[in-house]
């Protein structure tokens, strides 16, 4: 037994154990250990997987598929990524496979295609960016008018309901990008290594997204203040 | 200094949040926000997204699905 397990500083979560630690404790045939990892990394894994198949049961497929890659694979596991890093490889591999057949199999379904990522971002609100295409940019906002409520108070279900579903209409690298760094709260370098893309596409993505999703929450909590006249 | 424009600031509101610009450009950036007021709104309002988009609540595996897998990895264990 190591004496004192090391905690994760790459990124909040429960803490668990260095990686050679549970990777030796996995192949050991520790449960507890196994069941402590599907407690911490499952959500991220669901959301991740979320961005790629059409509802929450695919995606609960998906993760449970992902574990069992898992176990077929850690003795092979050299440590060449990080462990968390690897098994969010694993899940995002099926969980396109997972999307793509789905998609196949369910007419007028569109293919996330990677074009959809340079698409001009969405900043509704925004004409003064129509003449803007580039890739890395997105279209600058009218003048940004203040939103009503104060940060805290804008914690209503509503606004979760118009995030989630603003999160449901970005391309599926976008939503990966978000999730992983805004939901899970993962550094850019591990979002790089597990998608496996530079820091500048990261960035962008990352970009794409917020500014997308600000646009979502502006135009909601815009049309709030409309209702109520401050002046 | 160049002064920056809004373009340009809304541009790289990623990059510094990330602390990835270097110390001219972040110069320039926070520069920016003092002229600019509707700049420091469209910060303020990023900000606030990546607070609410991290507030969504997650769920987990549903009680089947991690049985399924203790008893997969029981199963894997015992080979």
């Known amino acids: ?231 | 200094m160049t002064t920056m424009n809004c373009e340009e600031f809304v541009d790289l509101v990623t990059a510094y949040l990330d602390e990835e610009l270097d110390a001219g450009t972040r110069r320039r950036f926070t520069g920016h926000i003092g002229v600019c007021g509707g700049c420091d709104v469209y910060l303020r309002q990023i900000r606030v997204t990546v607070a609410e988009v991290g507030r969504l609540p997650a769920r987990n595996l549903t009680d089947r699905s991690r049985e399924n897998l203790l008893e997969a990895f029981r199963d894997w264990s015992a080979r």
């Open chain 1, 1 to 231: 037994m190591r004496s004192m397990p090391e905690a994760d500083s790459q990124s909040p979560g429960p803490v668990l154990p260095a990686d050679d630690v549970v990777v030796e404790a996995l192949r050991c045939g520790d449960e507890d250990m196994f069941a402590a990892l599907l407690t911490a990394w499952s959500p991220g894994m669901l959301q991740v997987a979320r961005a790629y198949v059409a509802d929450e049961y695919a995606a609960e497929d998906v993760v449970q598929d992902a574990w069992v890659g898992v176990l077929r694979g850690i003795d092979k596991f050299e440590a060449r990524s990080a462990l968390r890093t690897w098994v969010y490889r694993i899940v995002i591999n099926r969980a396109k496979t997972r999307g793509v057949n789905d998609a196949r199999t369910v007419p007028m379904t569109s293919l996330a295609t990677a074009k959809e990522d340079f698409d001009p971002a969405v900043d509704p609100g925004g004409p003064l960016g129509g003449s803007r295409g580039a890739d890395d940019s997105v279209a600058l906002p009218q003048t940004p008018v203040a939103w009503p409520s104060p940060e805290g108070e804008i914690l209503a279900l509503e606004v979760h309901q118009h995030i989630e579903r603003a999160l449901g209409s970005l391309p599926a690298r976008q939503r990966v990008v978000i999730t992983l760094r805004d939901m899970q709260g993962y550094s850019s370098d591990e979002v790089c290594a597990i998608l496996e893309i530079t820091a500048a596409n990261q960035r962008v993505l990352l970009h794409r997204a917020r500014a997308s999703l600000r646009g979502t929450l502006d135009r909601y909590l815009t049309a709030q203040s409309g209702k109520e006249p401050t002046r």
